[in-house]
């Protein structure tokens, strides 16, 4: 891959596109098969060989396909199980052996082991899947708030499985539905960027004949998409910037409790910088109100899983969410991060306090 912000496919080798046989099987006749093409160059710069390259969404294989052609090995979902079994078929005919597809959703049966990077065409929304389908299967999503949910919470799921620095790349366009353009491929990016940290987007354009408009018409022939380059933070936060903040809230009599990275890094001078701060806070609604409100005040945005949170909030619509997010962005680009997990009761958050330590130095007894 070069540094140029666009790749051009031209060319689909038939000697790897999905076969007209299996495309028949298909009830969408295959329309969101992708090219392997699209996949290889990704694939080469974002991965060494023999490496794992997962795809949550793996529709027909293809790039599991790709992950073979580069020496790498492929691991697929599909929710699908008609499709599963043409992506298996396919790849049995290419004599891809080192490939898996399990017939599943990744939040059913994760891989046991880490992967080197997720690579995946997401499922579109608005696309009348007309196959049986369960609530999993994100074709069948009534609604765009779910669809997203659905995405979000999937690669929530995938952070895990991926180590610091390493990279999760999503091909997504915007859409048109009737006679709306949807911007999803910028919803994902700014969804799942709350997730992971979006380094690049690069174009990819299938040319194709093009036809005079009438006048004033906008309507383009969306011969192009977008893969959406995010890396598992790699990066560390100002902690200068960060001390400041939390003597700040600390002396305008916010309580609190550190713990995570950010605490074992203030209690160890050999931990690694920390990506960003985890608190504690007490699920107490006003008390919760008035620090986010703090912060939003300092011109923090604030999230809980990726959606703006309107204040003041009723703590009961957030049961099981565990925590808030709250950001702030400088004008040279340094992230400044809180996570405040108000669950503490929570597995989730009870697990992670038995791993770290809270840090005594600044706790605020609640
Ligand atoms: C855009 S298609 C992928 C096509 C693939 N890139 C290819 O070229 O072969 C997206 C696929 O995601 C599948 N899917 C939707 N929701 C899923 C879920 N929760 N888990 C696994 N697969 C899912 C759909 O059935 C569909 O086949």
Redesign the pocket.
């Known amino acids: 891959m070069d540094s140029r912000s666009w790749l051009l496919l031209e060319h689909e080798d038939p000697a790897y596109r999905?076969p007209d046989d299996l495309r028949q099987h298909d009830p969408?006749g295959?329309r969101?098969?992708?090219?392997?093409e699209q996949?290889r160059p990704f694939i080469r710069q974002f991965s060494r060989p023999g490496e794992q390259v997962l795809?949550?969404?793996?529709?027909?294989?293809?790039?599991?396909?790709a992950a073979h052609l580069e020496g790498r090995r492929g691991l697929?979902?599909?929710?699908?199980p008609a499709?599963a079994e043409l992506?298996r078929e396919r790849l049995r005919r290419l004599n891809a052996e080192g490939a898996e597809v399990i017939a599943?959703?990744?939040?059913e049966a994760p891989p046991a082991d880490p992967v080197d990077l997720c690579l995946?065409?997401?499922?579109?929304f608005g696309c009348d899947?007309p196959?049986d389908?369960g609530p999993?299967?994100?074709?069948?999503a009534a609604h765009y708030e779910q669809y997203l949910d659905?995405l979000v919470e999937?690669f929530h799921r995938i952070r895990d499985l991926l180590a610091p620095g390493r990279h999760c790349i999503l091909?997504a366009e915007n859409l048109r539905l009737g006679d709306r353009c949807v911007p999803l491929a910028w919803d994902v990016a700014q969804r799942v960027g709350g997730l992971f940290e979006l380094c690049e987007e690069r174009i990819l354009l299938y040319p194709k004949p093009v036809e005079p408009l009438p006048a004033f018409s906008s309507r383009s022939d969306r011969s192009h998409e977008y893969a959406l380059i995010f890396r598992k933070q790699g990066s560390t936060l100002d902690t200068d910037d960060a001390l400041t903040l939390l003597r700040a809230l600390r002396d305008a009599g916010f309580a609190f409790a550190i713990y995570g990275s950010f605490a074992t890094w203030l209690t160890s001078t050999s931990a690694q910088p920390p990506a960003d701060v985890d608190l504690l806070v007490a699920p107490d609604e006003d008390r919760l109100n008035a620090l986010l409100g703090w912060l939003q005040a300092h011109h923090f945005r604030l999230s809980c899983w990726q959606q703006s949170l309107t204040l003041p909030i009723a703590l009961a619509d957030y049961r099981g969410r565990y925590y808030f997010r709250a950001e702030r962005l400088d004008r040279s680009g340094g992230l400044l991060r809180l996570d405040l997990t108000f669950e503490q009761d929570s597995e989730p958050v009870a697990a992670r306090l038995d791993r770290t330590q809270i840090c005594q130095g600044l706790l605020v007894a609640s």
């Open positions: 999905l969408l295959a969101d098969c992708g090219w392997v996949m795809d949550p969404f793996c529709g027909f294989a293809s790039t599991l396909v697929g979902y599909e929710i699908d499709r992506s599943s959703d990744l939040l995946t065409n997401i499922p579109y899947w196959a389908a999993a299967q994100l074709y069948a659905g999937r091909m």
